[in-house]
Nanobody, 127 residues
Framework: QVRLVESGGDSVQAGGSLRLSCVHS????????MGWFRQAPGKEREGVAS???????IYADSVKGRFTISKDNAGTTLYLQMNNLKPEDTAMYYC?????????????????????WGQGTQVTVSS
């Protein structure tokens, strides 16, 4: 059984930083592609960043240059380093993992409900 647990969400002021973590437990093939997503109240889910098994990354334009996705050597813990946070980054952040080819590993186009998802961690940025 695959399980993902996010942590690290908090309330910060604009310009601040946070690092989110997501621990994946389960069989390795289920984390061939991992990603971070966010959803603000009243808005659609947004794919923030994704990373393949080999470490290739893709970012949404809204976070490029500010957020960095990474994972530990074992590939079991996913991170999202968020710098220069803005009020518009306020959202519930989720991680997901799936068996997906590298060419398809893109959080911006992740099929709804595909793969395994965590329960989310709240990030609030005040101005």
């Amino acid at each position: 059984q695959v399980r993902l647990v996010e942590s690290g969400g908090d309330s910060v002021q604009a310009g601040g930083s946070l690092r989110l973590s997501c621990v994946h437990s389960g069989y390795a093939r289920s984390r061939e592609c991992m990603g971070w997503f966010r959803q603000a109240p009243g808005k659609e889910r947004e794919g923030v960043a994704s990373i393949t098994r080999d470490g290739s990354t893709i970012y949404a334009d809204s976070v490029k240059g500010r957020f960095t996705i990474s994972k530990d050597n074992a590939g079991t813990t996913l991170y999202l380093q968020m710098n220069n946070l803005k009020p518009e980054d306020t959202a519930m952040y989720y991680c997901a993992a799936a068996l997906m080819s590298p060419n398809d590993c893109d959080a911006r186009y992740w099929p709804p409900s595909f793969g395994n998802w965590g329960q989310g961690t709240q990030v609030t940025v005040s101005s």
